[in-house]
Structures are given as structure tokens and as C-alpha cells.
T-cell receptor
Framework: DAKTTQPPSMDCAEGRAANLPCNHSTISGNEYVYWYRQIHSQGPQYIIHGLKNNETNEMASLIITEDRKSSTLILPHATLRDTAVYYCIVKSQGAQKLVFGQGTRLTINP | GAVVSQHPSRVICKSGTSVKIECRSLDFQATTMFWYRQFPKQSLMLMATSNEGSKATYEQGVEKDKFLINHASLTLSTLTVTSAHPEDSSFYIC???????????????FGPGTRLTVL
């Protein structure tokens, strides 16, 4: 599976949109982009995933560039409860394993 | 959404004893479960993949005789840390994939984790 690169940390003001970038320049055509987050001392939580089209659900939006070499997770109105480590993972549909990188530690400030 | 539970949530044991951690999928059947370990301020590291009714597949560097995994049913997998030592103290997290292929595009559902402290 392709590797991903994320900034180690980010800050965002409560109520503003949080935009978390992820680079995956070696992504293959059959690999999806997944986002998970881990709130302190809890198990990771699935957020969203996509292949090439932008995706939106009740938690977030995922914007994938046309060349698929990078993506951005958008939390439209961040709250204090969104403070967590966010992991961007690239995985093919048939692969079972999720390989976690270091992620981005997002802090939402009041 | 799908729920995965772990028991216990915290355990403290003496060095040399064995500790069993349970992982259950509560509202779905999981043919595959995964066990991760996470040290403080580090990312999750996959230890092993567990398929129901067959032997677990361990990642490189993980001792299969020390970390015994049993996946006897579609809703339960157990991890036993044998002869635990202080260096085994960590946060152990399991995850499960839903057996129904069309559900949630093969995403994994994670348990809340078990914090093991070996004295």
C-alpha cells in the first residue's frame, strides 16, 4: 500500500472549518483513501473514505485531487470534541490490513 | 454503526502472569479481527490478523508464542499475553471487519482498547 504524509500537528479554532491535508503521491489506481481518527485513550473511529470523487457524510468531507496524489479532510464546523489524532490511510479494496502512520494531532481551541 | 467491545478496559498484573483480553463484535459477524498495540505517543502497530476458525497471521517481529490469539467464533477473538513483562505494558486495540461484503466497504470497526500495565 502507498505511504502517506501528514503534518504532525494542527490547530483550529472552535466553529471554524478544519482542513487536514494528506499526501499520497505513490497511490495506485485501485487504492482508496481512508480517514480514521483517534480520540485520546480510545480506539480509532472511521470517518470517511473515497477513491477519486469527493465524498461527504455526516462527519466530514473528503476532497481528493484530480491526480489523486493528495487529499484533504474537512471538518466543516470543528468542535472541542474533534480534538484527536487523524490518520490518513491508503489501502486497496482487497487488502485487509490498515497501516497507520503517525497521523496529524488536531487541537481545537475554544 | 457497528459496535466492537473489549474486556477488560484496564488490567494490572504482576510480571510473569498471563492476561487474556477479549474482543467482541456486538451487532455483526466478523470473519476477520485484528489486534494492534499502541505505546504512548506512538501510532497503532498491527500485531496480527485473526480469521475465524483458522490460525492467526502475525506481523514480523511479533512472537506468536507470547501473544496467543484465538478466534473461535464470528463474534469473539481473544488475545492472551503470556508471561507478561513490564515491556508488554501497552494499549491493546482490536478491530473487526463485517462479514457482510456489501456493508461499509470493508471498513474496520475498532474496540475501545485495553490498557495493560505489568508491574
Amino acid at each position: 500500500d502507498a505511504k502517506t504524509t501528514q503534518p504532525p500537528s494542527m490547530d483550529c479554532a472552535e466553529g471554524r472549518a478544519a482542513n487536514l491535508p494528506c499526501n499520497h503521491s505513490t497511490i495506485s489506481g485501485n487504492e482508496y483513501v481512508y480517514w480514521y481518527r483517534q480520540i485520546h485513550s480510545q480506539g480509532p473511529q472511521y470517518i470517511i473514505h473515497g477513491l477519486k470523487n469527493n465524498e461527504t457524510n455526516e462527519m466530514a468531507s473528503l476532497i481528493i485531487t484530480e491526480d489523486r496524489k493528495s487529499s484533504t479532510l474537512i471538518l466543516p464546523h470543528a468542535t472541542l470534541r474533534d480534538t484527536a489524532v487523524y490518520y490518513c490511510i491508503v489501502k486497496s479494496q482487497g487488502a485487509q490490513k490498515l497501516v497507520f502512520g503517525q497521523g496529524t494531532r488536531l487541537t481545537i481551541n475554544p | 454503526g457497528a459496535v466492537v467491545s473489549q474486556h477488560p478496559s484496564r488490567v494490572i498484573c504482576k510480571s510473569g502472569t498471563s492476561v487474556k483480553i477479549e474482543c467482541r463484535s456486538l451487532d455483526f459477524q466478523a470473519t476477520t479481527m485484528f489486534w494492534y498495540r499502541q505505546f504512548p505517543k506512538q501510532s497503532l502497530m498491527l500485531m496480527a490478523t485473526s480469521n475465524e476458525g483458522s490460525k492467526a497471521t502475525y506481523e514480523q517481529g511479533v512472537e506468536k508464542d507470547k501473544f496467543l490469539i484465538n478466534h473461535a467464533s464470528l463474534t469473539l477473538s481473544t488475545l492472551t499475553v503470556t508471561s507478561a513483562h513490564p515491556e508488554d505494558s501497552s494499549f491493546y486495540i482490536c478491530s473487526a471487519r463485517d462479514r457482510v461484503s456489501g456493508r461499509a466497504h470493508n471498513e474496520q470497526f475498532f474496540g475501545p482498547g485495553t490498557r495493560l500495565t505489568v508491574l
